[in-house]
């Protein structure tokens, strides 16, 4: 079985979260995600996350901290996802390989489709953001 190296970034403002959705043409069509992408051989899961947002959503970020690391066979891949929290620096978001994006309040992330990997990515969101505001 292939295994896939994938960073994502949960990229935040305040309550929300953005997540993508993939476009009809691309492998699990219509599922939402946080963005990202492979890890080349020769980079490192943050590099990786900076050169694909760039790419596909035209943003700049600065990726803050590690989130999370999940592992989900998909049956014909493995994915082992890296995800860290980033905030948006510089850029207008404009998708290519992406046919939707939303803003959604982190309360609110399980009510979409997402990917099987990112709901557990999604649930690890939630957790922190709900400890965060007990902290307060």
Sequence with gaps: M????VAAGVITDNDKVLITRRAPKENFAGGWEF???KIEADETP???LTRELKEELNINVSIDKFCTEVTHDYG???IYLIAYYCTI???TIQISVHDKFKWVKIN???KFELLPA???IAKKVMEDYHEKFLQI
């Design 108 to 110: 609110d992330l399980l």
């Design 35 to 37: 963005p990202g992408g």
């Design 2 to 5: 292939k295994r896939i190296r």
């Design 46 to 48: 943050e590099d990786c």
């Design 76 to 78: 014909n891949i493995n």
């Design 118 to 120: 990112d709901i557990l």
């Design 89 to 91: 620096t510089d850029g």
